[in-house]
């Protein structure tokens, strides 16, 4: 099982990135993004379950979008209005939905916003 994150760049706030998670070797119903800033612990950005239930940390809340495309096996972050805060390494994750913890990592795509 690989997963393999892209789409990270620097940005100026407000901007808006697209990050995208390419899954191979199996298929995941149950994913996520979480992030880690500099200095900072990992934190839950936004997960997606099978039945389609969708949570964000408070912080990105109306700003960034997750979505899954199926036929792709592609699992995206839409980043908009982004903020420096918004600065980290951003990471993909899948689990077995049946199990809480994500057993599945990427390695990681870099996100830096300046003001």
């Known amino acids: 099982v690989q997963l393999v994150e892209s789409g990270g760049d620097s940005v100026q706030a407000g901007g808006s990135l697209r990050l995208s998670c390419a899954v191979s070797g199996a298929s995941f119903s149950c994913m996520g993004w979480f992030r880690q800033a500099p200095g900072k612990g990992r934190e839950e950005v936004a997960t997606?379950?099978?039945?389609?239930?969708?949570n964000y940390a408070d912080s990105v809340k109306g700003r960034f979008t997750i979505s899954k495309d199926g036929a792709k096996n592609t699992m995206y972050l839409e980043m908009n209005s982004l903020k420096p805060e918004d600065t980290a390494m951003y990471y993909c994750?899948?689990?077995?939905?049946?199990?809480?913890?994500?057993?599945?990592w990427g390695q990681g795509t870099r996100v830096t916003v300046s003001s």
């Open positions: 994750a899948a689990r077995l939905c049946w199990l809480r913890n994500f057993s599945y």
């Open positions: 997606i379950t099978s039945g389609g239930t969708i």
